[in-house]
């Protein structure tokens, strides 16, 4: 049972452009969402996070966005860069600081010079 | 900086031996975790420890076990390796402190199983 969800396995952007991942959750109880990057043969880097108390978070050219209601998640870079082609994955947890992290499928991002 | 380190970046084991992968990191974590990442299934849980000598399993521990004798280090012990174990393999910690759950990852060791 895949409890996050990233529903598109890849996506192709042109340089310049922005960039929208989505992730979408079924366990009510997660209340902490990161997003994470990997490089091929790396291990995945911390992007962004937000918490459930928030509805938007924002880092330079990234911005994480939360609606509670409809379990949905969605990562935006802008203006999209040829280093941000990588794999994407959301994750999720129940508690602050001890709980795991329950990560989803991955999206493949391609950024088009 | 963080740092996690795994031992090894590729590994080629034969089928029924044990194999042992082992990680360090150096920020004094309380919180160490195993992953396994598959095309198209992402990052699934093995086990994870939040103290040291304690474990708890993850999502997919079947074939697995882990040992946390020091703070510092979280070894992954595959007790008898099969082809369906070839994977790529991360190793994370976490403070686990409230008000942040990011994990730090390390460079991953490709498995492979033959």
């Known amino acids: 049972d895949q409890q996050v969800k990233q529903n598109s396995p890849s996506l192709s952007v042109q340089e310049g452009r922005i960039s929208i991942l989505n992730c979408d959750y079924t366990?009510?109880?997660?209340?902490?969402f990161l997003w994470y990057k990997k490089y091929p043969a790396e291990g995945p880097t911390f992007l962004i996070s937000i918490s459930s108390i928030k509805d938007k978070n924002e880092d330079g050219r990234f911005t994480v966005f939360l609606n509670k209601s409809a379990k949905h998640l969605s990562l935006h870079i802008v203006p999209s860069q040829p280093g941000d082609s990588a794999v994407y994955f959301c994750?999720?947890?129940?508690?602050?600081?001890?709980?795991?992290?329950?990560f989803g499928t991955g999206t493949r991002l391609t950024i088009i010079p | 900086d963080v740092k996690v380190t795994q031992s090894s970046r590729y590994l080629v084991k034969r089928t029924g031996e044990k194999v042992f992968l082992e990680c360090v990191q150096d920020m004094d974590h309380e919180n160490m975790f195993w992953y396994r990442q598959d095309p198209g299934l992402g990052l699934r849980l093995i086990y994870f420890?939040?103290?040291?000598?304690?474990?708890e399993k993850g999502d997919i521990p079947e074939g697995y076990s882990v040992s946390r004798e020091k703070k510092e280090r979280f070894s992954l012990i595959l007790e008898s390796a099969s082809t369906n174990q070839t994977s790529m393999y991360l190793c994370?910690?976490?403070?686990?402190?409230?008000?942040?759950?990011?994990?730090?990852f390390g460079q991953g060791t490709r498995l492979t199983v033959v």
């Open positions: 366990n009510s109880m997660f209340d902490y």
């Open positions: 994750a999720a947890s129940v508690d602050f600081g001890n709980e795991k992290l329950t």
């Open positions: 420890s939040y103290d040291v000598k304690m474990k």
């Open positions: 994370a910690s976490s403070d686990g402190q409230p008000g942040t759950t990011e994990a730090f």
